[in-house]
């Protein structure tokens, strides 16, 4: 069974009349059920809603990779080995550890 749209303008032949009622609530009364929660915009359906909301996610999603992005250095940065910070430090509290580095790190004078 076909099913035509009612309104003067709109010759729309449907196949149901839940295709029909969904016509002319988008078409002809502009009836928006779905609201995006983000920006508020009206859609006819749940899938239409759900396309929409991709838009959002990918642009999250390209300003979050903005943020992260770490900015990339050519410049070497270098490390000093433990023992070297000891001998060399000013610290008070590590002249303990000169002790421990001069018993254990090197062989006795024999």
């Known amino acids: 069974m076909v099913y035509t749209c009612p309104v ?4 729309k032949q449907l196949c149901s009349k839940y295709n029909l009622r969904r016509h002319i609530e988008n078409h002809h009364k502009r009836i ?7 920006c508020f915009k009206k859609f006819s359906s749940a899938q239409n809603l759900k396309e929409h909301s991709f ?3 990918t642009k999250l ?10 900015e990339t250095s ?16 000013p610290d008070l509290r590590l002249r303990p550890y000169l002790k421990v580095n001069r018993l254990y790190l090197f062989p006795p004078l024999s």
């Open 8 to 11: 003067p303008e709109c010759s």
């Open 32 to 38: 928006r059920r779905f609201e995006c929660e983000v």
């Open 55 to 57: 838009l959002h996610i």
């Open 61 to 70: 999603e390209d300003e979050v990779e903005e943020i992260v992005k770490p």
């Open 74 to 89: 050519t410049e070497v940065i270098e490390i000093p080995k433990l023992t070297d910070m000891l001998i060399t430090s």
